[in-house]
């Protein structure tokens, strides 16, 4: 089988939890948001949508020396990765939830911490390879920062489930494309996610990243997060259609 750019993979699919949220959770963003129905909102406001954009473009980039119809026979494998069936999925996941809970769930995304923590990974993401990205990659590499702090942003990391959705997203589509995934990639994509934080939030107090900790450790949102990371897209059940 043909091997998946790992660098391709992460670069692509942190971008769904970073592009999407910081739509969504600026100050003109909540206005819109405002417009959407509950469940849109909280959809779109935790990530959990952007994911299907990054595995479409990510699929693309890898397929373009097959033939079309071989192009379709792999895209194929994807739909249930597709926008509308990933809303669909997640809007009816919500109804099990009470209306106290879903209340709460808008409070969260909403929540104007939430919405500068997400800016800022949007910034990081835009300057990725940048001169000063890659300096700060290489200063982590000769002087980590302190161990608790490093600590600190590994609890964030692990509130927000992105180094477990990605892992789960490289697996699937590597399947359905019939690529090959690098021995290790696992601890490659968490050890990505957590350099990609820790610049991100490189300027934010602890107390800071402690407050966004809480909103993301949340009972609710941790159930709602689990609820929807089991919804994800089985690759061995191929469905007929293209994304």
């Known amino acids: 089988m043909k091997r998946l750019s790992l660098y391709r993979f992460l670069t692509c699919l942190v971008a769904a939890f970073v592009v999407v949220l910081a ?8 206005a819109y948001a405002a417009n959407e129905s509950a469940p849109e909102r909280i959809i779109s406001g935790s990530g959990v949508s952007g994911i299907s954009t990054q595995v ?6 890898q397929l373009t020396e097959l033939s079309e119809s071989a192009k379709r026979d792999r895209l194929r494998r994807l739909l249930p990765w597709s926008p509308a069936a990933l809303q669909t999925s997640f809007a009816q996941l919500l109804e099990s939830f009470t209306d106290e809970e879903v209340a709460r769930l808008l409070e969260i995304v909403d929540d104007s911490l939430m919405a500068r923590g997400r800016l800022m990974e949007d910034v990081a993401l835009q300057e990725q390879g940048t ?12 002087y980590p920062p ?24 490289q697996a699937s589509v590597s399947d359905a494309l019939e ?15 957590l ?7 490189r ?12 909103l ?28």
């Open 216 to 243: 993301w450790n949340d009972p609710v949102m941790q159930r709602w997060l689990t609820e929807a990371f089991a919804a994800l897209p089985d690759p061995a059940r191929p469905e007929p259609g293209l994304i």
């Open 23 to 30: 739509a969504s959770l600026t100050t003109p963003g909540l």
């Open 203 to 214: 300027r934010v107090s602890n107390a800071e990243i402690d407050a966004l900790i809480r």
């Open 131 to 142: 001169p000063e990205y890659e300096r700060y990659m290489q200063r982590l590499a000769t």
């Open 56 to 61: 479409r473009q990510l699929a693309e980039a």
């Open 146 to 169: 302190a161990v608790s702090r490093v600590q600190r942003v590994e609890r964030l990391v692990s509130a927000t489930r992105m180094a477990e959705w990605l892992i789960y997203a």
């Open 195 to 201: 350099n990609f934080m820790l610049y991100a939030y």
């Open 179 to 193: 690529l090959e995934l690098s021995q290790g990639y696992e601890a490659d994509t968490r050890d990505a996610v």
